[in-house]
């Protein structure tokens, strides 16, 4: 696919809430790559976003996984020095609610600072944050340019934006170099370990929130 099919601001966010939806469903499945039911789930949500037939799931969804967390960092895991951090900070423009709320330590809150998340996690990190944080920033980066009317306008033509649309990754690394949060890749980390000790494969269960096939069928 062309990056000049995706140059309005809609299909770029599409795109990428679509590679989120198949690597959250390939991390679900514990996955070792993406295969082919991963690809499709990306394809007809893709076509789905733009032709108004899908759409993103509810930012609902996101807080009952709150709920279900640990009281620790998203970001790293830790469970020290917690705070409140806006995932879109609100001196750019994000929401000063619940939606954009999450646990962060304060050495990823104070380094995060108000810098655009996917530019923060590249500089600092490499690769991609946890995927549920992703997830919530995209639903909420769709619903701000919708509100605007500028889901229609060429992305590099967005001035002033919440959001640093250069930032949004084209493509995904592979889903072993994912993960959904800390906690879920603790989780993973630790099956793992059990079936090596006990020579059985790894538990193959849900490993996520398991809204990626949810959204699809939205």
Known sequence: MAKSERSTVGERLYWCYANQAMAEMATTDRAEAYGRLHYMVRARLYKGLRTGSMSAGSLMRDQAVRMKLPQECVYCGSVQFLSIDHIVPVNRGGDDGGDNAIWACRRCNSSKSDRDLFEWWSATRGGLPP??????????????????????????TVEGSAYDLAMLPESFPGPRELTFTPHHARKRRAAETEAESTGEGPDAGPAAGGEAAGTAAE
């Not at 995927?131 to 590099?156: C, H, P, S, T």
């Open 131 to 156: 995927l549920f944080v992703v997830r919530i920033y995209m639903k909420q980066a769709l619903r701000y340019f919708e509100n605007r009317g500028l889901l229609g306008q060429d992305w590099r």
